[in-house]
C-alpha cells in the first residue's frame, strides 16, 4: 500500500513537477497517510543505504570544490551546490532553455565565451533536453578540449539500478 501510493504520487510528476504544489501536496499526503508504516529500523536502514553515496559526495566535495563549470539547465543544480562547484552560466540562461525558449543572445554568447575561453571545467550538458542552441555548445566544448558531462533528469535505462554505481 505504501508503495502504491508514492508510486501514484511520483508517476503524476512531470520532470519539473517538484516544484508544483498539487503534485507537492500528493506526496506529503501520501507519506502522511503511511507514516505509522515506517519504524526506526526503516529510518536507520535507509539512513546506511545513504553511506555510498555520502561517501562519494564527500570525495567530489574535497577534489572539486570551487571548479567553476557550465551548465545548459539547472538539472544539475543541486548537485553542482552539494559538490561546491561554482557555476558560471547564468540563471537566464538556465531558465529559458529548462522552459524551452531561446536565451537571450548576450547570455549565449556569454556561455560560448565560457567554452571557448576554456574558463570552465567540466560542461555539464542535460542529454534529455536537447534545443538548437545547446547542440551548438558541443562542438565548441570538444574543440576547446572542455570535458563534457552528460546530466540526466532521470535514470536512463541503460544505467545501473543505483547513481552511485
Known sequence: MREEA?????ERLDAH????TPQRMAIVTALM??????????????????TPWRTELASLRRRFKGTPIAV????????AAA????VLTPQSFQLAIQEGNDPAPQDAQLEQDLLSGNRVRPFAYNRQ?????????????????????????????????RYVD
Open 33 to 50: 497517510a503511511q507514516r505509522h508504516a515506517v519504524t526506526a529500523q526503516d529510518l536507520r536502514r535507509f539512513d546506511a543505504s545513504l
Open 17 to 20: 513537477g517538484c516544484r508544483a
Open 72 to 79: 545548459t539547465e539547472p538539472v544539475f543544480g543541486y548537485a
Open 129 to 161: 533536453v536537447v534545443a538548437p542552441i545547446t547542440t551548438r555548445l558541443l562542438p565548441i566544448a570538444h574543440a576547446h578540449h572542455v570535458p563534457v558531462a552528460g546530466v540526466y533528469e532521470t535514470m536512463p535505462t541503460s544505467h545501473k539500478t
Open 83 to 86: 559538490i561546491g562547484l561554482n
Open 6 to 10: 508514492l508510486t501514484e504520487a511520483a
